[in-house]
């Protein structure tokens, strides 16, 4: 079992919040379903004396279920104690009367927006807080996973909570650096790594099953957690949809037209027969919502060239995959899923390890990578509408960095670097960028020719190996 890692600036965040406590604090901490909020919470709680931290769990049901549920919580977290809740105000009565005595308290409410149901008892913390808690060294960390209904329960300005939060704390994903942080002690090569990375995401809830390629072989994984019918994952997209969103057929189309290669905006309008009005308001809510779909622009580029793309690498492969052949899942016909993903799997390594260059790059910012320096103020991809494409496209400081990044088994040709400098002068031909001094390079899973290597050397393209990376990933590490 992978063990808790990452989060240190949140973890950093509430202990210091925690050791400066002197009057209250309500927290709110949120993020999409299997982010690792409970695992950060329990984490905390262990810098906490025990006597001064207390993790309750909002179960569902009627407000009686939910009181007699949370004074066993209080039972099981401090021994000895046996509170009876037969209200809401009973409950915050206790916790006002405890951080009274202990001198000081920290309260994780675990799938806090389920008070909604009640509406009593979110009016009652409201009362509370602002009567009780808020000149009292509490510290109230109300925690959930329906990031909507948090938006409607404190972030909302008619909201029952509004305007009393003292800190926000959305979970995101792991980018690749804390995924691979989290499996370095598999001793995985970096390239499995990556495709780990490009299957599962940076949810940590999915690391114990990439953890288990190790052992059980990427093929095993992926059958028992994707293709068979009660796999772990294979209905894990459209579980997360219903969770968060209404009329999900809509959302789904959007997604599928995405991952079928379809991304400017008429594309998919004209795909999902949805208008730009309301294809933009969907998208928006996969975007900022849930993180899910990514809207790009090319970098010094035309901002109409507009793209939507998959920002999550699970739901990128699942729909690459499972959705797509939905049909012979059903027949049971796992061969030819398998052959198609050893196919394709490529592919979809070649676009996270894009994604991860770009990662790299944006935190080497202000450094060298092996004799290259790093100055950008702007980073992503340039394309125009003719199909051309620059992998990495930064700039900064009147200076341009361009690199090309490829994911083949066979060393890259000079054709890599010599097609990279003619898009440099596509892209700056006849604009001010032509004066800007650039930074070139190539990053190849596999190296490079000798042939490669020599035009490079003479036309001062810099050229990074899997290694390479490897190497700069490990200097950003924290031992």
């Known amino acids: 079992m992978v063990r808790f890692t990452g ?42 004396p025990r006597e001064q931290g207390l993790y309750l769990y909002v179960q569902d049901g009627t407000p009686a279920t939910k009181l007699r549920s949370l004074a066993q919580d209080v039972g099981r977290e401090w021994p000895g104690e046996t509170p009876v809740f037969e209200s809401w105000d009973d409950l915050y009565s206790f916790l006002e009367r405890k951080a009274r005595e202990k001198g000081k308290l920290a309260v994780v409410i675990d799938e806090f927006q389920r008070l909604h149901a009640d509406p009593q008892s979110l009016t009652k913390l409201q009362r509370a807080w602002d009567e009780r808690f808020k000149n009292l060294p509490i510290m109230i960390i109300l925690q959930g996973s329906s990031i909507g209904m948090i938006a409607k329960i404190a972030q909302n300005s008619r909201a029952p909570l509004f305007g009393r939060r003292t800190k926000e704390m959305r979970l995101e994903p792991f980018d690749y650096q804390a995924f691979r942080e989290a499996l370095r002690h598999t001793r995985m090569s ?15 809830a999915y690391l114990d099953l990439a953890e288990s390629t190790a052992t059980k072989g990427f093929e095993s994984v992926v059958s028992e957690a994707f293709l068979n019918k009660n796999g772990s994952l294979r209905e894990e997209p459209q579980r997360l949809l219903n969770t968060e969103l209404r009329e999900t057929p809509r959302y789904w189309s959007i997604l599928s037209a995405i991952a079928e290669g379809k991304e400017a905006p008429k594309e998919i309008s004209d795909a999902t027969h949805l208008s730009a009005p309301v294809l933009q308001n969907y998208s928006r809510k996969l975007k900022d919502l849930l993180g899910i779909v990514a809207l790009k622009q090319p970098v010094l580029g035309k901002k ?24 012979a899942l059903e027949l049971e016909n796992y061969d030819s899923v398998k052959r198609a993903i050893k ?36 980073l992503g991809s340039w394309w125009d509408r003719r199909g051309e494409q620059i992998d990495v496209c930064g700039h900064g400081g009147n200076k341009l960095l361009l690199g090309e990044v490829k994911w083949r088994n066979e060393p890259a040709d000079a054709e890599v670097a010599r097609n990279l400098m003619r898009k440099k002068t596509l892209l700056t031909r006849g604009t001010k960028l032509e004066q800007y001094p650039s930074e070139l390079f190539v990053v190849s899973k596999s190296g490079f020719t000798k042939s490669a290597k020599q035009f490079m050397q003479e036309n001062a393209v810099h050229g990074f190996d899997l290694h390479d990376v490897s190497k700069a990933l490990d200097s950003l590490t924290p031992e």
């Open 304 to 327: 109409k060239s507009t793209r939507y793309v998959m920002a999550d690498n699970l739901f990128r492969f699942w729909f690459r995959f499972i959705g797509k052949n939905a049909a």
């Open 343 to 378: 196919s394709e799997m490529p592919m979809l390594a070649s676009i996270a390890f894009e994604e991860i260059v770009i990662e790299l790059v944006k935190k080497l910012n202000g450094r060298d990578w092996n004799g290259m320096p790093v100055s950008v103020t702007e």
């Open 7 to 48: 989060r240190r600036e949140e973890m950093a965040a509430l202990s210091k919040s925690f050791a400066a406590l002197s009057k209250g604090e309500l927290i709110l901490v949120y993020g999409r379903r299997r982010v690792g909020k409970t695992e950060l919470m329990r984490e905390f709680l262990k810098t906490v």
């Open 190 to 204: 970096e390239e499995q790594v990556i495709e780990l990375y490009a299957t599962f995401g940076g949810i940590p």
